[in-house]
């Protein structure tokens, strides 16, 4: 068997909110409770494992891979949340998306300050 991300955890300020954000921005669907986490599944099945936190949160970076049209479908749902969102992950390109590598790139922060970014063709392709 080839080796493969399962999953990994989230530590979050609300594991709940946070993981239901995402799942909705996304189109997933609803997270599972599993144990004491709340899970999204992604379509690849590496687990996004949501746990609250119970100190301080270190700001980490999730990229999802998706298509054109998906895209289209998250960027009009952060657009529809008035979420800030950047092009770059330094957020100095406030208000604008990038076109790295041919494809389409977008970042955006989830309830716990996470860096999300969502890109349509991997980056160096």
Same mark, same amino acid.
């Given at each position: 068997?080839? /080796? #493969? $991300?399962?999953?990994?955890i989230?530590?979050?300020?609300n ?7 995402l799942?909705?921005i996304?189109? $997933?669907?609803?997270?599972?409770? /599993?144990? +004491? ?5 992604? =379509?690849?099945?590496?687990?996004? !494992?949501f746990? =609250?936190a119970? *100190?301080?949160?270190q700001? #980490? ?8 049209a !998906?895209? !289209?479908?998250i960027? =009009?749902?952060?657009?529809?949340? *008035?979420l800030? %969102?950047w092009?770059?992950?330094?957020r100095? +390109? ?10 389409? *790139? /977008? %970042?955006?922060?989830?309830?716990? =300050?996470h860096?999300m970014? /969502?890109?349509?063709?991997?980056y160096g392709?």
């Amino acid at each position: 068997m080839p /080796v #493969q $991300l399962n999953h990994t955890i989230v530590w979050s300020a609300n594991r709940t909110r946070s993981a239901r954000f995402l799942a909705a921005i996304l189109g $997933l669907p609803e997270p599972a409770k /599993v144990w +004491r986490f709340d899970v999204v599944q992604l =379509d690849n099945g590496v687990g996004l !494992d949501f746990a =609250d936190a119970e *100190g301080p949160i270190q700001s #980490q970076h999730f990229a999802f891979l998706v298509s054109e049209a !998906d895209f !289209d479908a998250i960027f =009009d749902r952060i657009k529809g949340q *008035g979420l800030l %969102y950047w092009a770059d992950p330094m957020r100095r +390109r406030q208000g604008e998306i990038n076109h790295a590598d041919g494809g389409r *790139g /977008v %970042y955006f922060p989830d309830p716990s =300050d996470h860096l999300m970014e /969502v890109i349509t063709r991997p980056y160096g392709a």
